[in-house]
């Protein structure tokens, strides 16, 4: 079935390092992307966003790529702080129906963890 | 400007039993989805909710249920509850026409 999933578990940086977390979906059907940051005890916060025809996107500290040749996405975090460590899930999803978007499609999530 | 209100928080419920959780959407917001989180996982999609009826559903049992009222709230019931139902559940809430999901915190559902 359509699955999204991510490289890696875990990831363990330093402050002041630069993050990068990568995660693989297999519905080439997929046009719109959301990377979330989920704090313990606590749903899903939204980062960034990115739509299947743009391959790179920059938020304030963030930035995600997207590569459909590969079905590959990444979250760029630079200069991570404490504050960052948190378990973070990309999800993607398509328009249902022709012009909205219907379930969210999530992969298992990365532990990022920031030591001071 | 109030974001997505999930209630309870916390519930205890035995085997076979039936529970109903609650979810207000972020204001302005007309859709409801709903998702199960089980420990160490990425949310599972259970259903979403628009003009009060289900508008698509995913790979759930029939013991999973749903509601939409006018005011856009939602509840989730599910029946016959089995031990592995154990998990948090996440409402999210959008527009129709838009792609901005808001989740709750989720309400932490432990069967016994």
């Known amino acids: 079935g359509e699955s999204v999933g991510l490289h890696l578990p875990t990831l363990s940086v330093q402050e002041g390092d630069n993050s990068i977390i990568n995660c693989a979906y297999s519905?080439?059907?997929?046009?719109?992307f959301i990377w979330y940051k989920q704090e313990s005890g606590k749903g899903p916060q939204f980062i960034i966003d990115?739509?299947?025809?743009?391959d790179k996107r920059q938020g304030q500290r963030v930035t995600v790529l997207l590569n459909k040749t590969v079905k590959h996405l990444s979250l760029q975090i630079a200069a991570t702080q404490p504050g960052d460590s948190a378990v973070y899930f990309c999800?993607?999803?398509?328009?249902?129906?022709?012009?909205?978007?219907?379930?969210?499609?999530f992969g298992q999530g990365t532990i990022l963890t920031v030591h001071p | 400007d109030a974001g997505v209100t999930q209630s309870p928080t916390h519930l205890i419920k035995t085997r076979g039993q039936q529970v109903t959780l609650r979810c207000s959407p972020k204001s302005g917001h007309d859709t409801v989805s709903w998702y199960q989180q089980a420990l160490g996982q990425g949310p599972q999609f259970i259903f979403q909710?628009?003009?009060?009826?289900?508008?698509q559903r995913g790979n759930f049992p029939d013991r999973f249920s749903g509601h939409q009222f006018p005011n856009y709230s939602s509840e989730l019931n599910v029946n016959a509850l089995l031990l592995g139902d154990s998990a948090l559940y996440l409402c999210?809430?959008?527009?129709?026409?838009?792609?901005?999901?808001?989740f709750g915190s989720g309400t932490r559902l432990t069967v016994v």
């Open positions: 999800a993607e999803t398509s328009g249902a129906g022709g012009t909205s978007y219907g379930k969210l499609t």
């Open positions: 990115i739509r299947s025809n743009m």
């Open positions: 519905n080439s059907a997929s046009d719109y």
């Open positions: 909710y628009y003009e009060e009826e289900e508008r």
């Open positions: 999210a809430s959008s527009l129709i026409q838009g792609t901005g999901y808001t």
